[in-house]
């Protein structure tokens, strides 16, 4: 059979023609299985534009007061207690005044009370988060609805970019199975496994069931949580009254967690 | 042809063996797999029933179980309503493994069959072995 160039780009183009829109009926059989209106959120769960934590430190004294909110956090989260210091996995922990805030620790004539006082550190659940501009599979990503910054425990593939790009060591790795280092496990959450990067979620599963995170219910008080987005919530109320600092803002990844820093009598 | 007779029974021998399984097991019924849903949770149940029928659970709860995962995690929807116009919580622990409470008897028994090792309960927690 013998063709033409004008016959030949004919008969081209009609079958490209065909083609792509084959392609596109055939990739389109098996979809949507499933609606989206069959799935939607839980109407107790609780709403924000961008929530934050409020620490007051000076409501915390005792080991007690630290370890309470740590306890209440680590035992429902089943966050294993590993003997070895360098496999340590930590939620939410206590640091000095030196380790919290690096850069102003170097004023020897500053409050000793401040200088020698212990903190309570977390996930900051930063506006910019340099963890998850690094994370290679979308792991751990930022919530659009609420600016949680979140942990899909699912994806993580264990590569420790995040942990190298968060500027507050907020991140542990699980380098041996947790599940032997668990004393009780709390069988409405699941643990994690040896290879992946965890940390602070604030509490995902318990807002979205109307309540607030652990760590704010059992501190009496130190740690209150809301929308920082809300000019008329409790955390902006709090932030407006009193001196707050924020963890390395130098840095530029916008924490959302304020630390109240002397009483409000003085201020 | 040489050695025709070695050869020819030589064939013979080696498709005998190598169809040995298959001529053995002619005529039998397959071992039928059938997930257990004798759990005490279950039988309470007035109308035993699943977020959806029986033959698309069984079809496609894997489909179904990712597109939870992601919904919970990733979109933080935690209310499934199901085809049957009921709202079911979504939760592998807290939802699924409550009432079939027996993972080795439910889940294992065609993941085992089929040899699909499916990696949830290297993280979530399979819950106590409940037999009614």
């Known amino acids: 059979m013998s063709m033409n160039r004008r016959q030949f780009l004919k008969l081209a183009s009609a079958s490209t023609v065909l083609g792509v829109g084959g392609a596109s009926v055939i990739s389109n059989i098996g979809r949507g299985n499933l609606e989206a209106a069959q799935i939607h959120p839980d109407p107790r769960a609780l709403k924000a534009k961008r929530w934050g ?3 007051d430190v000076s409501k915390l004294s005792t080991d007690e007061d630290y370890q309470k909110c740590v306890n209440a956090c680590h035992d429902i989260h089943n966050v294993p207690n590993n003997p070895n210091p360098r496999h340590e996995v930590k939620w939410i922990w206590r640091d ?3 380790h919290t ?11 000793k009370e401040l200088q020698e006082k212990n903190f309570l550190l977390f996930c900051n659940h930063c506006q910019n988060p340099a963890c998850v501009r690094v994370c290679p599979t979308k792991a751990t990503f930022k919530r659009a609805s609420d600016g ?3 942990q899909d425990m699912h994806r993580c593939i264990g590569c420790r970019f995040c942990m190298a790009a968060c500027p507050f060591g907020a991140r542990s790795f699980n380098y041996t199975d947790p599940r032997p280092n668990i004393k009780v496990e709390n069988k409405t959450f699941p643990t994690r496994m ?7 979620t604030a509490c995902y599963e318990r807002l979205a069931i109307g309540q607030q995170p652990a760590c704010a219910e059992a501190s009496s008080g130190a740690i209150v949580f809301g929308d920082l987005d809300d000019p008329n919530s409790e955390v902006r109320k709090l932030i407006a009254e009193k001196y707050t600092i924020r963890r390395k803002p130098e840095l530029g990844t916008q924490p959302s967690i304020y630390y109240v820093i002397g009483g409000g009598e003085h201020a | 042809m040489y050695n025709s007779g070695k050869i020819i029974a030589g064939l013979a021998v080696f498709f005998i063996l190598a169809t040995l399984p298959f001529l053995l097991n002619l005529g039998k019924a397959n071992a039928k797999i059938e997930p257990s849903i004798d759990t005490p949770e279950i039988n309470a149940m007035p109308v035993k029933h699943c977020v959806e029928p029986k033959a698309f659970m069984r079809s496609e709860h894997m489909q179904l179980l990712n597109t939870w995962r992601d919904e919970v995690v990733r979109n933080g929807n935690r209310i499934y309503v199901g085809s049957d116009g009921n709202e079911y919580g979504i939760s592998l622990q807290n939802g699924c493994m409550k009432c079939h409470s027996n ?4 889940c294992d028994k065609c993941h ?7 990696y949830c309960w290297s993280c979530h927690i399979a819950p106590k072995e409940n037999k009614s």
């Open chain 1, 194 to 200: 040896i290879g992946v990067v965890e940390k602070c």
């Open chain 2, 103 to 106: 993972k080795k008897e439910f």
């Open chain 1, 96 to 98: 000095t005044y030196e």
């Open chain 1, 53 to 55: 934590f409020v620490v």
């Open chain 1, 101 to 111: 805030f690096p850069n102003t620790a170097e004023d020897k004539i500053m409050n």
């Open chain 1, 148 to 150: 949680i910054v979140m």
């Open chain 2, 112 to 118: 085992n069959y089929m040899a699909v090792v499916p």
